[in-house]
């Protein structure tokens, strides 16, 4: 046994409830082959070689996209058939699979409190003190702006609270130096919810309490005054009107990446580096900055939303499962995934680390753009739901895009809006 298979064998707990799901799994975790269902593509061969010779397990790669992978999930839960060994648990279904017992709590194989200090994000996947999944990358939302355009508008100070942001932006808009200066994704789709998550956090609120109760309904709440604060900027034209149907990506994409805006406030954790400083996608290239997200009084922490990775019932070799997540996931790996060590090792499609000691390794390398900001708002991010997604959250984030749309397009106030994300939420809470 190599030293790094040792390390996993000591770090790897005991599996507890063992096979509860499926009766036919194999305790094995050599001389097997596992398959690991995510929505990107594969690991480089090299790495996944490697993984093979330390630990005699073999990795199927199979990459499905986001939506028809939930549906995977769930049909194969439903009829307790055989899917994957490892799969996706995302931030958001936390709370849905906590509830309906799909996937081994992650304790059960490894040391989960240990891991909490460096892995902050590991706090958006625990549901009534269990870990669902471990989260593989460190995905948040974050405030980009222009530095560029914002001098132009002879703005040298980044704004630190929200009035101000929205000030500058004005300023940006009536100087002449951008027409729609924001980017807000109103097309009813996920990435509109998440932006009003983002900006109840900013204000100083929450969406939901503990109990799935809403704690956005008095016009004086947060949640309101972020509401009422997207829908006045479409219509007072900081939004450019075609945001209607335009979502997160497209916008981060087309708009600030093209310098038709000059800020998106909930934005994508990485993008500097994975977009903006890009030549082959960009045209803003070294203009675009992380800030500290813009709140009430001062910098407000910012929302977690990142991807992990667990391991069903119905797994049939769920301590290979282990084993492989434990690598996947471990420091090292996250580091060379990032690409700070060759191109051979990177892993194209990574995003950001989930362990906070990797990023800082990354900053301290100059791997990563912005690494300092990102270090400091990773080590400060919260979780959206402090205890956990609601089982209900699919229906729910429906209908905050649907409502805050109808709002952005006019079809309803945003007293209406309100009111009915309310009602739902309280309907599925009772």
Known sequence: MTGAAAALAVTLAACGGGNSGNSAASD????????????????????????TKQTGIKVKWVNIDWDSLQTKISAAATAH????????????????????????PMEQFLNTKALAPD???????????????????????????NKHLFAKAGIKTMPATLTQYTADLKKLQTSGVSAHPLDIPFSAAEGLSTYWYETTGALGGTVLDQSGKP?????GSPGYKAAQWMINAIKTGLVPKGNINVTDSQGMQ???????????????????GALYNLPSSSSVVNQVDYIPTPGAAGAAANWSNPDGIGIPKQAKYPKAAAKFIQWFTSKQQQVNFAGVNGAAKAWPTYALPSHLSAVKVMSAKGNLVGGDALSAMLATSKPVFPGGAPP?????????????????????????????????????AS
Do not use: C
């Not at 094995?28 to 993984?51: D, E, H, R, W």
């Not at 899917?83 to 309906?100: I, N």
């Open 28 to 51: 094995k975790t050599s001389g097997v082959t596992i398959t690991v269902a995510l929505a990107a593509g594969s690991l480089p061969k090299p790495a996944l070689a490697a993984f």
């Open 81 to 104: 058939t055989y899917f994957a060994d490892a799969t996706d648990v995302d931030w958001s279904r936390v709370g849905q699979l906590s509830k309906l017992g799909w996937f081994y």
């Open 119 to 145: 892995m902050p994000q590991i706090k958006s996947f625990t549901v009534g003190g269990q870990v669902i999944g471990i989260p593989y990358d460190a995905s948040f939302m974050v405030t980009t702006v």
């Open 215 to 219: 704690q956005f309904t008095s016009p």
């Open 254 to 272: 087309t708009l600030m990446a093209k310098g038709k805006v000059a800020s998106v406030f909930s934005d994508y954790s990485g993008n500097l």
């Open 392 to 428: 209900w959250y699919p229906q729910f984030s429906n209908s905050v895009y649907t409502n805050l749309h109808a709002a952005a397009a006019g079809s309803e106030s945003v007293a209406q809006a309100i009111k009915t994300i309310a009602n739902t939420a309280n309907g599925l």
